[in-house]
């Protein structure tokens, strides 16, 4: 076996070794509050979230998780909160794209923590920028109260999803809520700003106060299906729409209302029939390093996840550490600006390091970005950059101007943008690759991404430089091994830092993929922003030349 035969199955191991890690901590995820929680649940006659999105989305059809991750190895203290207590993404309901958002009532009764808000909020994001609609399957007891100073009263909180449901409605995006379980104090509104709404018998419920905080505030005595449960609702208040004997039925109802659902105009990005990449996707394991400092070509990836292995470069010779051009995904149109990470050489024979973005590259990427809007073509970046080239010669030849123009150009981009980090995504990098703050559609990581303002080493040393001047500011002395120590931990607490699974619990991202999942995440991405036709033309303002 040749040096290269070792090499790739290295990198097979290591990254096989990271998705089977990813899928089995997953596998976690999917049981929420646990075993006994579950049973709690079927002993009431009801659904488990997922059991209830299994059921209400087509057969044969796939669903697309987003936030599975959210809240991960977060609110320990609390006893966790997997998935951030909601099970959602987009899945096919009697044909149809839409957005589903289903509390875990298995997770602390389907409580408010922070992330869940944050997380409802991005479900919120993407269905009104991809005009999907969305259906609510609600089981909540509402805020999480030891950490309702964090989730109620700021602008990106509780409120906001009320606030959205309004603005969704006035947008002509179809909201329908389904209350199976129970709706409580605030979240009482999101069914009643919803254009439909359905009720469980027995277990649905809406009201501002449970009957505790009714007897407790006026003294009245009332049970909670009298206060507010789905007959109430039917048949007194008016609030509720349908009523129903169980989920199976509350379901069958939604399907048949999404059924008739007109349909909009699509925005008209290009499709033909797909073709299969000419190598199988499971030869990405083989080609990422198994260390992320290592180089490779961008191009053996990029030949994996697009229609026929077909990639026609743009200034192919030009800004050689940004590969840019033109190819097609599952049959849909894209440009594709993606980080090369091989060591190239410029035409006047500058060493370029791979992952850097250079002058070069920044304008070139610049252009081409504008070119796709022009054209209505989306964007895919392709993430594994370590940032922008420093020093004196990158920096008399203007780099953070290049690099604004780059910025800028991505910042306005009105086309669809879809990024992947594959690999390293480090500081102004991730922005000028359309990171989570330039508002990509989706944003998806591998298990091999790696987030951070900059590289670990690099940022250990920076650490411990400073911390080792304030030391000695105060008079106090540090031996080598102190020193030593020092650094090793201030390695370890920056390197857990920069795991996908800290970026997804934050949703810096909105989920860790298998890599073979790569091309189908694009396309069901590409196909959500296909219902939403662009309203804003492309202007890029100011521009430094």
Known sequence: MNQLELESNKNEDSIRLAVSTMKQRLGVIEQGGGKKSLEKVRQRGKLTARERIAYLIDKESKFTEIGAFAAYDMYSEHGGCPAAGTVAGIGYVSGRQCMIVANDMTVKAGAWFPLTG?????????AMENRLPVIYLVDSAGVFLPMQDEIFPDKEHFGRIFRNNARMSAMGITQIAAVMG????????????????????????????????????????????????????TEISGIADYKFKSDEECLDRIKHIVGKIGHNTGAGYDR?????????????????????????????????????????????????????????????????????????KSRKGEMQMGGVIYNDSADKASRFIMNCNQKKIPLVFLQDVTGFMVGSRSEHAGIIKDGAKLVNAVANSVVPKITIIIGNSYGAGNYAMCGKAYDPRFIYAWPTAKIAVMGGEQAAKT??????????????????????????????????????????????????????????????????AENAPIEQSFNVGVFQV
């Open 182 to 233: 129970s709706c409580v104090a605030g979240g009482a509104y999101l069914p009643i700003m919803s254009d439909e709404v359905l009720m469980v018998e027995g277990n649905g419920s809406i009201f501002l106060a449970g009957p505790y905080l009714v007897k407790a505030a006026i003294g009245e005595d009332v049970d909670a299906e009298t206060l507010g449960g789905a007959v109430t609702h």
């Open 463 to 528: 650490l411990l430089q400073i911390q080792v001047a304030s030391l000695k500011a105060k008079g106090e002395e540090i031996s080598p091994e102190e020193e030593s120590k020092l650094l090793a931990a201030i390695t370890e607490k920056y390197t857990a830092q920069t795991t996908p699974y800290y970026a997804a619990a934050r949703l810096w991202v909105d989920d860790i993929i298998d890599p073979v999942d790569t091309r189908s995440r694009i396309s069901e991405g590409i196909k959500a």
């Open 272 to 344: 033909i029939k797909p073709v299969a990449p000419l190598f199988p996707a499971e030869e990405l394991y083989k080609l990422m390093p198994a260390e992320s400092t290592k180089p490779y070509d961008m191009l053996d990836i990029i030949h994996r996840l697009v229609d026929g292995s077909e990639f026609d470069q743009y200034k192919e010779d030009y800004g050689k550490s940004i590969l840019c051009g033109y190819a097609r995904i599952d049959g849909w149109a894209v440009g594709i600006v993606a980080n090369q990470r091989k060591i190239v």
């Open 118 to 126: 944050k997380k409802n909020l991005r479900l919120q994001e993407i």
